[in-house]
Every structure is written in C-alpha cells, then in structure tokens.
C-alpha cells in the first residue's frame, strides 16, 4: 500500500488510543456538580469524568470543518487563509497528525495508533495552562493538561466552542513571528481572563 494524506476522519479516531491516568471508573450519573467536597476517591472520579468529557470535546473538534467559527481565530489568520480553508473537512484532523506524527500521511503499518495521555493538575483556581497539548513530533504521542481551565472549557458542553479555540490554537503550526503571543493574548480576552497570572 502506498503511503497517502489522511482522506478519511474515521480512520484517524480508529487509530487514537486513550491512556487513563485516573484511578477510578466514572460512576452512573457522576458530575462535579453532584460531589462538591473531594476526598482522594471522589477526586479520581472526577478525573475520570473529565477525561471521558475530553475525549468527546477532541472528537467533536476532530470531525469539525476549517478553522473553529470564531471572529479571534479568523482575526489572527487572516480572512484570506480562513476562507479559503472554511469548507476543508479534514484540516484539523491533519493538524492534529502532523502535530503529534510529524506528518499527515497515513503510515502504511495498520497497526498504528497515536496514544493521548493526561495529566490531571489539582484546584489551581481559574487558570489556563499555557501548554495544554504536550507533544514531540514523531513520537505519536501526546499529553493533555487537565487544570481547572481546562474543566472549565468542558463544563460548556456542545459544541464545545471555547475548548476547540484552545486546541486549535495549540496544534495551529503556520504562525508568524509574534503570531502565537497574539493568539494567546486574543484567547485569553475571548474567555475573559487577564495574560498576567494566568498561566500555571
């Protein structure tokens, strides 16, 4: 078989594999909500939970088309290359591949996969982790930072608008010189926060 671009999402989400670091089951009906006082067993419940919060919000953003529908995303841009990439089905999912692989092209190896980690990091108030997505090119691996930023970006719930602004940002890799200190500074405006302080 000869080597090709990604020409199918499906094919991508069969091929991500996600490694729980919580130790804990998300039980029936479980939210924060309902367990405001955490001990050490509710603490890895709630891991559990934003973890499998996570991997529908990274599905949703993988399966969306062009660059998030956001007026900071396509400000920092340009409307040039935002419109010209809008109807692109498959331009995060390659973002996401050459992010993590160092390529979009789909190895010829069947069994390969790209694993997603996750780091849970405690009660930091309301901050934004800088490094939301750790990768190394090539590695076909990466870490997602879970802080109380980050759950907060999931408590929005479909379709996770805010959580798909961060990631796209961070897997984003044709910035100019600049580009990405303005893109954190637009992201951090948009979700209402100041730059001063609010990275962990």
């Given at each position: 078989?000869?080597?090709?671009?990604?020409?199918?999402?499906?094919?991508?989400?069969?091929?991500?594999?996600?490694v729980s670091s919580a130790k804990a089951q998300?039980?029936?009906?479980?939210?924060?909500?309902?367990?405001?006082?955490?001990?050490?067993?509710?603490?890895?419940?709630?891991?559990?939970?934003?973890?499998?919060?996570?991997?529908?919000?990274?599905?949703?953003?993988?399966?969306?088309?062009?660059?998030?529908?956001?007026?900071?995303?396509?400000?920092?841009?340009?409307?040039?290359?935002?419109?010209?990439?809008?109807?692109?089905?498959?331009?995060?999912?390659?973002?996401?591949?050459?992010?993590?692989?160092?390529?979009?092209?789909?190895?010829?190896?069947?069994?390969?996969?790209?694993?997603?980690?996750?780091?849970?990091?405690?009660?930091?108030?309301?901050?934004?982790?800088?490094?939301?997505?750790?990768?190394?090119?090539?590695?076909?691996?990466?870490?997602?930072?879970?802080?109380?930023?980050?759950?907060?970006?999931?408590?929005?719930?479909?379709?996770?608008?805010?959580?798909a602004t961060w990631v796209h940002g961070a897997l984003w890799d044709q910035w100019e010189?600049?580009?990405?200190?303005?893109?954190?500074?637009?992201?951090?405006?948009?979700?209402?926060?100041?730059?001063?302080?609010?990275?962990?």
């Amino acid at each position: 078989m000869s080597a090709r671009r990604l020409a199918d999402i499906d094919v991508l989400l069969q091929h991500i594999q996600f490694v729980s670091s919580a130790k804990a089951q998300v039980p029936f009906n479980f939210a924060p909500a309902n367990h405001p006082v955490m001990n050490t067993v509710e603490q890895s419940q709630h891991d559990a939970y934003y973890e499998s919060v996570l991997k529908v919000a990274l599905e949703t953003y993988l399966r969306g088309v062009g660059h998030p529908q956001v007026p900071d995303i396509r400000s920092v841009i340009g409307d040039e290359v935002f419109q010209r990439t809008e109807v692109e089905p498959l331009l995060r999912a390659r973002l996401f591949m050459r992010r993590t692989m160092g390529t979009d092209v789909v190895p010829e190896d069947e069994a390969w996969k790209i694993q997603i980690f996750f780091s849970h990091v405690g009660n930091r108030g309301t901050s934004l982790t800088a490094d939301l997505i750790e990768t190394l090119d090539c590695f076909n691996h990466c870490n997602f930072v879970i802080d109380e930023g980050v759950r907060a970006l999931l408590g929005e719930g479909q379709p996770y608008i805010g959580f798909a602004t961060w990631v796209h940002g961070a897997l984003w890799d044709q910035w100019e010189e600049g580009l990405q200190d303005q893109w954190v500074d637009r992201f951090l405006y948009l979700m209402g926060a100041h730059r001063k302080g609010a990275y962990v």
